[in-house]
């Protein structure tokens, strides 16, 4: 009898000692869902899902679950019970903590969401942004006043997580305090007034990693509404410029005896580093009628269809301007249906008729701001939106955007620039091929660079896709091949193609070269240059192409659709296999001790 309610009682406490280890594996599973729901939320998995509750409620629940699972009576009959009592208090302590904190978040979260349904009336987006603010300020209010946790009964594992909950509120406390900051200043750009001027990229006459701009606007913005002005042609703004805009002497000395750098708006993205750009742009427009602007925005093609996705078409002149054919129009059927210079007006005028029905979509009709938001980060991911201001507030939430177009020290990128005033970048392929060749001096490695232009024959044409360029055939590409390096380059020498300059644009090296392709051809730029031996990678930027430019770094093919880290290429085999197969007397030696 004895022996047999010791057994039942030794059950019935191995199911207690399963349940209990239950409760806490499904606290931690709730816990870790809810950890791993957190790190995924992001702008694309916001606007991918049903609206912003169908990603944080499921956060917010996981959470409850876990706090009402640690209340559970059966944890709490080991609360008496020394050490392993310590253990169950803490373990409620912190699902309590987070209990509070998903409690305060529900509850930011309902004026945000009715902020968003608003978004579209008077005043929408200022309250939106004001919204965001208490929301926040709630947040931080939660988080500054939680307490840090006695862990000194703790053991091992649960002293770790305690640690760890008490570091990421203190990180979580930093992140909520800029998220606070980069909304004051979105909500002070709101209520203005605030002047943008709107530089519109043509992707069929490519710059460095941008468009050529050869249309200008400025909106203006204030209490949160938006006017926009008529989008003119840059052509004519350089001759109504009182003086030279104010250029950083590196560039002037690469780019103003050629493009009339600082004065002729269309060449001034021949640099990639619109920090510098952006600050040249302001200044032409502070000495043309256009007069001091607060924000230089730059927005290309691809971008105008990443708008028209939140928007909806536009109609211009009766027809439907829609995300899927923006770029063909603007690019294409634009010059064939209006390519005759008699005809250039016209086109100019349908071009600006285009960019201002866009802009007044965007700022007048009820537009979901996060799947406007997403667009455009996604179109400053590939470098279709750039942007600028002298303000460092602003520029700090330009950078925090990633729109910033700033180079760095690792920064690489290849620009087939139009020098033919064609418009044939629509239609051109461009590839860059990078291998390492023998030959450094010790701690650094040499690589070649080979730039590869493919000029198609186009077919239907007209001539402003081919070019008015009286100094160039018609149909032969003339390029400017850029070649922005890495700050560390040094003994860059032309292998093929013919030399401009080389120079520094920023912390980079640039190396500029001549090409000129005839049509139904291709034809190479070649360089070679040295690296610091621990130079291991590059971050190679977008060129913002319609066909994007592949890369072929050893095996490595990519193309620069958004910025990508790369490491540079080994020593290719065939070196070490020539090197094998002519053994230098030391190898030789070592070698035949091997064998022996």
């Given at each position: 009898?004895?022996?047999?309610?010791?057994?039942?009682?030794?059950?019935?406490?191995?199911?207690?000692?399963?349940?209990?280890?239950?409760?806490?594996?499904s606290?931690?599973?709730?816990?870790t869902r809810?950890?791993?729901?957190?790190?995924?939320?992001?702008?694309e998995?916001?606007?991918?899902?049903?609206?912003?509750?169908?990603?944080?409620?499921?956060?917010?629940?996981s959470?409850?679950?876990a706090?009402?699972?640690?209340?559970?009576?059966?944890l709490?009959?080991?609360t008496?019970?020394?050490?392993?009592?310590d253990?169950?208090d803490?373990?409620?302590?912190?699902?309590?903590?987070?209990?509070?904190?998903?409690?305060t978040?529900?509850?930011?979260l309902?004026?945000?969401?009715?902020?968003?349904?608003?978004?579209?009336?008077?005043g929408?987006?200022?309250?939106?942004?004001?919204?965001?603010?208490?929301a926040?300020?709630?947040?931080?209010?939660e988080?500054s006043?939680?307490?840090?946790?006695?862990?000194?009964?703790?053991l091992g594992?649960?002293?770790?997580?305690?640690?760890?909950?008490?570091g990421?509120?203190l990180d979580?406390?930093q992140?909520?305090?800029?998220l606070?900051?980069?909304?004051?200043?979105?909500?002070?750009?709101?209520?203005?007034?605030?002047?943008?001027?709107v530089?519109?990229?043509?992707?069929?006459?490519?710059?460095a990693?941008?468009?050529?701009?050869?249309?200008?606007?400025?909106?203006?913005?204030?209490?949160?509404?938006?006017?926009?002005s008529?989008?003119v042609?840059?052509?004519?703004?350089?001759?109504?410029?009182?003086?030279?805009?104010?250029?950083?002497s590196?560039?002037?000395r690469?780019?103003?005896r050629?493009?009339?750098?600082?004065?002729?708006?269309?060449?001034?993205?021949?640099?990639?580093?619109f920090?510098?750009?952006?600050?040249?742009?302001a200044?032409?427009?502070?000495?043309?009628?256009?007069?001091?602007?607060?924000l230089?925005?730059?927005?290309?093609?691809?971008?105008?269809?990443?708008l028209l996705e939140?928007?909806?078409?536009?109609?211009?002149e009766?027809?439907?301007?829609?995300?899927?054919?923006?770029?063909d129009?603007l690019?294409?059927?634009?010059?064939?249906?209006?390519?005759?210079?008699?005809?250039?007006?016209?086109?100019?005028?349908?071009?600006?008729?285009?960019?201002?029905?866009?802009?007044?979509?965007?700022?007048?009709?009820?537009?979901?701001?996060?799947?406007?938001?997403t667009g455009?980060?996604?179109?400053?991911?590939?470098?279709?939106?750039?942007?600028?201001?002298?303000?460092?507030?602003?520029?700090?939430l330009?950078?925090?955007?990633?729109?910033?177009?700033?180079?760095?020290?690792?920064?690489?990128?290849?620009?087939?620039?139009?020098?033919?005033?064609?418009?044939?970048?629509?239609?051109?392929?461009?590839?860059?091929r990078?291998?390492?060749v023998e030959g450094a001096?010790?701690?650094?490695?040499?690589?070649?660079?080979?730039?590869?232009?493919?000029?198609p024959v186009v077919?239907?044409?007209?001539?402003?896709?081919?070019?008015l360029?009286?100094?160039?055939p018609?149909?032969?590409?003339?390029?400017?091949?850029?070649?922005?390096?890495p700050?560390?380059?040094?003994?860059?020498?032309?292998?093929a193609?013919?030399?401009?300059t080389?120079?520094t644009?920023?912390?980079?090296?640039?190396?500029?070269?001549w090409?000129?392709v005839?049509?139904?051809?291709?034809?190479?730029?070649t360089?070679?240059f040295?690296?610091?031996?621990?130079?291991q990678?590059?971050?190679?930027?977008?060129?913002?192409?319609?066909?994007?430019?592949t890369?072929?770094?050893?095996?490595?093919?990519?193309?620069?659709?958004?910025?990508?880290?790369?490491?540079?290429?080994s020593?290719?085999?065939?070196?070490s296999?020539?090197?094998?197969?002519q053994?230098?007397?030391?190898e030789?030696?070592?070698?035949i001790v091997f064998?022996?």
């Amino acid at each position: 009898m004895l022996r047999n309610a010791i057994r039942g009682a030794l059950a019935i406490l191995g199911l207690y000692v399963l349940a209990v280890g239950y409760q806490l594996w499904s606290i931690h599973h709730d816990l870790t869902r809810a950890e791993t729901a957190v790190s995924g939320l992001t702008l694309e998995s916001i606007d991918g899902a049903d609206g912003i509750r169908a990603i944080v409620d499921p956060v917010l629940g996981s959470i409850d679950d876990a706090a009402a699972t640690a209340d559970s009576p059966l944890l709490g009959a080991l609360t008496p019970i020394p050490v392993a009592g310590d253990q169950i208090d803490g373990v409620r302590s912190l699902t309590g903590r987070l209990e509070e904190i998903s409690t305060t978040t529900n509850l930011a979260l309902v004026g945000v969401e009715a902020a968003l349904d608003a978004a579209g009336d008077d005043g929408g987006k200022v309250a939106l942004t004001s919204a965001g603010l208490d929301a926040v300020g709630l947040l931080r209010d939660e988080v500054s006043l939680a307490s840090t946790i006695d862990t000194s009964t703790f053991l091992g594992p649960l002293r770790r997580a305690a640690d760890r909950f008490d570091g990421e509120l203190l990180d979580a406390d930093q992140d909520l305090a800029e998220l606070e900051q980069r909304l004051a200043v979105a909500r002070d750009l709101l209520v203005g007034p605030t002047r943008i001027l709107v530089l519109a990229a043509n992707n069929a006459e490519i710059r460095a990693g941008m468009g050529m701009h050869l249309s200008a606007g400025v909106v203006t913005i204030t209490d949160g509404d938006f006017d926009t002005s008529d989008f003119v042609s840059t052509t004519p703004l350089g001759k109504q410029a009182e003086g030279r805009a104010e250029v950083p002497s590196e560039l002037e000395r690469m780019y103003r005896r050629i493009w009339d750098f600082g004065r002729e708006w269309r060449t001034t993205s021949t640099s990639p580093n619109f920090p510098a750009v952006g600050a040249i742009f302001a200044d032409l427009a502070r000495r043309t009628p256009i007069g001091d602007v607060d924000l230089i925005l730059s927005i290309d093609a691809p971008a105008l269809g990443d708008l028209l996705e939140a928007t909806g078409p536009v109609e211009v002149e009766g027809r439907a301007i829609t995300a899927d054919n923006a770029v063909d129009v603007l690019l294409r059927d634009n010059y064939l249906e209006l390519g005759d210079p008699s005809q250039s007006p016209e086109r100019r005028e349908l071009q600006s008729e285009v960019a201002t029905a866009i802009f007044d979509a965007v700022t007048q009709r009820d537009v979901d701001v996060i799947e406007l938001a997403t667009g455009l980060a996604d179109a400053a991911d590939g470098r279709h939106v750039l942007a600028w201001s002298a303000d460092p507030a602003v520029q700090e939430l330009i950078e925090a955007l990633g729109a910033d177009g700033a180079l760095t020290d690792r920064s690489m990128l290849v620009s087939f620039q139009n020098a033919t005033a064609s418009k044939r970048d629509y239609y051109i392929d461009t590839r860059v091929r990078l291998e390492p060749v023998e030959g450094a001096a010790p701690g650094s490695r040499r690589f070649r660079a080979t730039a590869t232009l493919e000029n198609p024959v186009v077919d239907p044409t007209a001539p402003y896709v081919d070019s008015l360029n009286r100094l160039v055939p018609v149909g032969v590409h003339r390029a400017f091949v850029t070649f922005t390096l890495p700050g560390g380059v040094t003994d860059i020498e032309v292998l093929a193609a013919d030399l401009s300059t080389i120079g520094t644009d920023g912390p980079t090296t640039v190396a500029n070269l001549w090409l000129r392709v005839p049509e139904g051809t291709s034809d190479d730029a070649t360089i070679e240059f040295t690296v610091p031996s621990d130079l291991q990678s590059v971050e190679v930027l977008p060129s913002a192409r319609i066909r994007p430019t592949t890369y072929e770094f050893g095996p490595v093919t990519f193309t620069d659709q958004v910025a990508r880290s790369v490491a540079l290429p080994s020593v290719p085999t065939m070196l070490s296999e020539r090197r094998a197969q002519q053994p230098q007397l030391p190898e030789a030696g070592a070698l035949i001790v091997f064998f022996m």
